[in-house]
């Protein structure tokens, strides 16, 4: 049997997705079930099997030759096992193995959900044809993933590129990761909007506190608003600086909800990459949006599987 196909899944917070991918990184068949996210480790399991058997029913699946994961994180690739902070009932979860029973016995490959976008964004999107590449998931948290020399490289653990736990601001606010002044504690959507709301910004009159909100009114010229965004986008260019400087690269794409602000983030992003990108070799880094949008994950996941076969 020929097995063009891949089977991807994207494993988040609010919902599990699923698909047939074939080589061109078109969705040829589709599934999707709510993450029953407060629910136990079986509950969550069960969605995720549902989802596989909806694949699996289809007349396509006898060409599936893989399966491939991207999941909310951490994930420990090497152990095959999952911990998403928004699932609670999954701790060091063993995901590719149940994944591995369920479809039949096929190779699974797991990577984190920033490693997947940014397979995606490599694939087929921003970051196409560039080999060394940075790609950020800028939305409740801060993830991301790394391609170097051309090939995607998610580490042994399947986290590597997750710029939103390095420290840009040494004494600053304690993160829930253990350490301080982390990019996501800054960048993130839900700091965006706190940040704002500290300093005296006050939502419309239907009461939307987020970060979008927060961009409606920074681009209508509130200053605060607009104080919020530069801060998250300095420190989104610190980290993104030091990633670049370390590893010598061509491009950050970012994506994620944040990242729909367009040039309430971007102009800022990289008016301030100038101040931290400085040296020579730093000159070609450009900064691009993501342009995988909602199927990156599925996309991605499939991606990964390819990539790390
Ligand atoms: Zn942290």
């Not at 209508?220 to 608003?225: I, R």
Request: glycine share 16%.
């Amino acid at each position: 049997m020929h097995t063009d196909l891949v089977a991807a899944l994207d494993i988040g917070g609010t919902k599990i997705a699923g698909a047939l991918v074939d080589g061109d990184g078109s969705l040829l068949v589709r599934a999707q079930r709510p993450t029953p996210a407060r629910e136990g480790a079986e509950a969550v399991m069960g969605a995720v099997d549902e989802v596989l058997g909806e694949l699996m029913a289809s007349p396509l699946w006898g060409r599936a030759g893989s399966v491939g994961i991207g999941s909310a994180g951490p994930v420990d690739a090497a152990a095959g096992t999952v911990s998403p902070v928004n699932v609670p009932g999954w701790r060091d979860f063993p995901l590719v193995e149940r994944v591995h029973k369920t479809a039949g016995g096929l190779s699974v490959a797991l990577v984190g959900d920033g490693v997947a976008m940014t397979a995606a964004e490599h694939w087929l999107g921003a970051a196409r044809g560039y080999d060394n590449a940075l790609c950020l998931v800028v939305s409740t948290g801060v993830g991301g993933g790394l391609v170097l020399g051309g090939t995607l490289r998610p580490g042994p653990s399947g986290n590597a590129g997750h710029i939103g736990h390095i420290s840009v601001d040494l004494d600053g606010d304690p993160c829930p990761c253990g350490a301080r002044g982390c990019v996501e504690g800054i960048a993130s959507g839900p700091n965006i909007a706190r940040r704002a709301l500290e300093n005296g910004w006050r939502p419309g009159p239907y009461g939307d506190a987020t970060a979008a909100a927060v961009a409606v009114a920074a681009r209508a010229g509130d200053p605060v608003a607009i104080a919020s965004y530069e801060r998250a986008a300095q420190a989104l260019a610190a980290g993104i600086a030091a990633t670049a400087t370390l590893a010598d690269l061509d491009i950050a794409v970012v994506g994620g909800g944040v990242a729909g602000a367009g040039d309430v983030l971007f102009a800022p992003l990289r008016r301030s990459l100038r101040d931290y990108a400085t040296l020579s070799y730093l000159r070609r880094l450009t900064v691009a949006p993501a342009v995988m949008g909602n199927d990156a994950g599925l996309v991605g996941a499939a991606a990964a599987a390819i990539a790390l076969r």
